[in-house]
């Protein structure tokens, strides 16, 4: 069933109030593609149809469902390297002087669009190997947040447990070797580690609040999709979240610059690029 302009206009509205992705000019296709199976199952004729339904919020569940069709999951471990080591050698070296210091007593993290959970997991593995070589960070101190709009991805995150082709992308042989026990045909994480991460759903148009302030935000490869409109204000509240001089990092592809560069000042290590507020 092909969708009409209108239509697409409906849709595309919709997907921007309930998640602040902004679906492009002329992909019709996209919303088609991903969103004909649901429009089905739903009893839907029409693109007019299903828009009547999930606008009218008499099915339960189905704006989740929408909004999980219509975002991209990908990730990886070590997603890009870059803001794993700038988180060991930078972020964490700056902090656990800190806590020598007796400054320190507390560390949070936030993985902001965490997807499948490879991202928070693999910071929570930096972490512990950091600890582990500079036994100054007690794995206490530490609270890594890890948030998606998306109920079916966190539910993966959660428990941890991966098929043998998502360990091959990005996982270092002893990493997997060191934090995993093979469980039939999945690779499941560790305890310790899993239990390092508190997964919750959120939506990044939501009120901060809640979360409480953090020390490093990782939110990346999500912004892209979002209206300029958005990135301008959801990186102003990152710059208020942060806790003073805390760390920003985004994904390869995105950039603070033209969006808020009166609250950041970019840093590099190596090649990798990170944001601390001031
Ligand atoms: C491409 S993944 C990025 C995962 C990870 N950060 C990485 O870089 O590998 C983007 C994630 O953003 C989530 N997302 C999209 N819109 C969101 C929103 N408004 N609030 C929270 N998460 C959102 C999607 O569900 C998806 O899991």
Request: net charge positive; aromatic share 12%.
């Amino acid at each position: 069933m092909a969708i009409s302009p209108e239509e697409f206009r409906l849709f595309r509205d919709y997907i921007e109030r309930e998640c602040g992705i902004r679906v492009g000019d002329a992909k019709e296709y996209l919303v088609e593609s991903r969103l004909s199976s649901l429009m089905t199952q739903n009893g839907c004729a029409t693109f007019g149809d299903f828009y009547a339904l999930a606008s009218g919020n008499r099915a339960p569940g189905l704006r989740d469902r929408i909004v999980d069709a219509m975002t991209t999951n990908e990730t990886l471990w070590f997603r890009d390297n870059h803001p794993f080591s700038m988180l060991s050698e930078v972020f964490l070296r700056q902090m656990a002087d800190e806590i020598i210091a007796g400054k320190r007593t507390r560390i949070r993290i936030w993985s902001a669009a965490c997807s499948t959970g490879q991202e928070p997991y693999s910071i929570a593995m930096t972490i512990e190997e950091f600890a582990r070589k500079r036994s100054v960070l007690p794995l206490e101190y530490v609270d890594i947040v890890a948030t998606d709009i998306s109920p079916s991805v966190l539910f993966s995150a959660m428990a941890g447990r991966y098929t043998g082709a998502v360990m091959t992308r990005g996982m270092p042989d002893d990493f997997r070797a060191r934090y995993f026990d093979k469980a039939g045909e999945v690779w499941a994480i560790k305890e310790r580690i899993r239990k390092m991460v508190r997964f919750k759903k959120f939506n990044l148009q939501e009120d901060f609040g809640p979360l409480g302030r953090f020390d490093a935000i990782f939110c990346r490869n999500v912004a892209i999709y979002f209206s300029d409109e958005f990135k301008r204000a959801l990186f102003k509240r990152f710059a208020a979240l942060l806790r003073p001089a805390g760390y920003l990092v985004l994904g390869a592809s995105e950039s603070i610059s033209g969006y808020a560069p009166n609250d950041f000042r970019m840093h590099t290590h190596e090649k990798g690029i990170y944001y601390r507020v001031h």
